[in-house]
C-alpha cells in the first residue's frame, strides 16, 4: 500500500503525511495533536520561542497525544552582520515604509535591538525533550547535535531547496530530507545559495534529488489533496508535509482573517517577498508587496526587519488594512476545500488511498 515506506517506518506512524511546522505563532498543540492522532505526524515550529516555551509546549503535546510528533528549528536564525545595521541604513528603511506607518496610523519604531542567537539553547531542550522527529530549516546543526540526536532516538529532518543542499544534508547523515519546491508558502529555507536562486518546482526539484541521494525524501510545496500526495509518490518521494492546506484549517494558530485570505479569490495570487520580515517568503499578494518589489537592499536583515514590521502588522490587522499585511501561503490555496483538519486528514488518506488503489487494479 502507498502508506508503507520508509518514513512511516522510521517515524512510527501510519500514514507519510507531515503537516507543516509553522512558525511565528501560526502553529498550534490542537492542530498537532490532531494529525498525529489521525496517523499522520503533526508538527511545531518553535523557532520563535524561548527554551522554556519550547519546553512548555512539548508538554501541552505529550498532554494532548501519545503519538510521534516533530518540532522544528531554524539553524541559522539571522543574517545580521557581525556589525550591525548603521543608522544611515535604518534611515533609509524608515524613510521607505513611513507612508505604510502612516497609513496604519502607528509611529516608526525604534531602531531595533541586536539580536543574539537562540538556537544552541533551543536545540540543547529538544536534545531533553526527544521528540520523534526534530526537523530543521536554514543549514544544518553540527555533527555533534546530530550525533546526539541519533545516541537519543530522535530522527532528523533537513530541509533542502536545491539538489546541492539535498546532497550536503545527506552527507551530514540526516534521516530525512524534505525537498521544498518554491510553491510552498512561507519562507524559502535555502542555506547555500541565495533564495531567490533557490526556486525549482516541487516534482521537479523531488525528480533530482530522487536521482541521486538514497536517503529517503519528503516532498512539500502545493501538495494539498490526494492527487498531489499520489503524484509526488509516483515520482518517488516516501511522504508529503502539507502546509498550507493546514494552516487554513480552523485548529491552527493562523488568525481568523488569515484563514479567511486563505480561501478568498485573493488567494489565488501569490508573491515571493523580503518585504515582513528580511527573508524571501511566499504570500498573498498585497499592495504593499508589489510597491517594495525591487526595492529589497533597502530592507533590514532578518530578524530584525521582522522585528521592525511588528506594530505596522498589529496595526493593519486592527484597521482590517488587508493591502498592507502579508499573509503566508503557498500557490496552492485556490484549492482548498477543507476548514476542519480532521476532515483534510480523512480526505487526504481517503483520497490517496482511491487514487493508488485505481493505478494498481487499472
Same mark, same amino acid.
Given at each position: ?54 519546553? +512548555?509546549?512539548? +508538554? ?104 546541492? +543542499? ?103 495570487? &501569490? ?13 498573498? &499578494? ?77
Amino acid at each position: 500500500m502507498w502508506y508503507n515506506t520508509r518514513v512511516t517506518k522510521l517515524l512510527g506512524i501510519d500514514y507519510p503525511i507531515m503537516q507543516g511546522p509553522f512558525g511565528g505563532n501560526l502553529s498550534s498543540v490542537e492542530l498537532v495533536a490532531i494529525v498525529s492522532d489521525a496517523g499522520g505526524l503533526g508538527g511545531y515550529g518553535a523557532y520563535t520561542l524561548s527554551p522554556r516555551e519550547i519546553i +512548555e509546549v512539548n +508538554e501541552k503535546i505529550k498532554s494532548s497525544t501519545n503519538k510521534p510528533y516533530n518540532i522544528n528549528l531554524w539553524v541559522s536564525d539571522s543574517d545580521v552582520p557581525y556589525k550591525g545595521v548603521t543608522d544611515e541604513q535604518y534611515e533609509e528603511v524608515e524613510k521607505l515604509f513611513k507612508p505604510y506607518f502612516d497609513e496604519a496610523g502607528v509611529a516608526l519604531p525604534l531602531k531595533p535591538a541586536p539580536f543574539l542567537s537562540r538556537f544552541e539553547d533551543q536545540v540543547q531542550v529538544i536534545l531533553d525533550v526527544r521528540p520523534k522527529l526534530f526537523s530543521f530549516i536554514f543549514g544544518i546543526p553540527s555533527v555533534d547535535i546530530l550525533d546526539q540526536c541519533r545516541k537519543r532516538g530522535i530522527a532528523t529532518a533537513g530541509t533542502a531547496t536545491t539538489l546541492d +543542499e539535498a546532497l550536503v544534508l545527506e552527507s551530514a547523515g540526516v534521516d530525512l530530507i524534505i525537498s521544498s519546491g518554491f510553491e510552498a508558502g512561507g519562507h524559502r529555507p535555502s542555506f547555500l545559495d541565495s533564495a531567490e536562486q533557490s526556486i525549482t518546482g516541487t516534482f521537479v526539484l523531488l525528480q533530482l534529488i530522487k536521482e541521486k541521494v538514497k536517503t529517503p525524501v519528503i516532498a512539500a510545496g502545493g501538495i494539498a489533496n490526494g492527487r498531489g500526495v499520489a503524484a509526488a509518490l509516483t515520482l518517488g518521494a516516501e511522504g508529503v508535509q502539507v502546509g498550507t492546506a493546514f494552516l487554513a484549517c480552523d485548529e491552527s494558530g493562523a488568525l481568523p482573517l488569515h484563514k479567511q485570505m486563505l480561501f478568498s479569490d485573493a488567494a489565488k495570487y &501569490t508573491m515571493l517577498s523580503r518585504a515582513y520580515t528580511g527573508r524571501l517568503g511566499r504570500g498573498i &499578494t498585497r499592495r504593499l508587496l508589489k510597491d517594495l518589489s525591487g526595492k529589497e537592499k533597502t530592507f533590514l536583515p532578518f530578524p530584525l526587519q521582522s522585528t521592525f514590521m511588528s506594530s505596522l502588522k498589529n496595526a493593519a490587522i486592527d484597521r482590517r488594512n488587508l493591502d498592507i499585511i502579508m499573509f503566508w501561503s503557498g500557490q496552492i490555496a485556490p484549492v482548498l476545500k477543507h476548514k476542519k483538519a480532521p476532515a483534510l486528514m480523512q480526505s487526504l488518506i481517503e483520497e490517496t488511498t482511491k487514487i493508488t488503489t485505481t493505478k494498481t487494479t487499472g
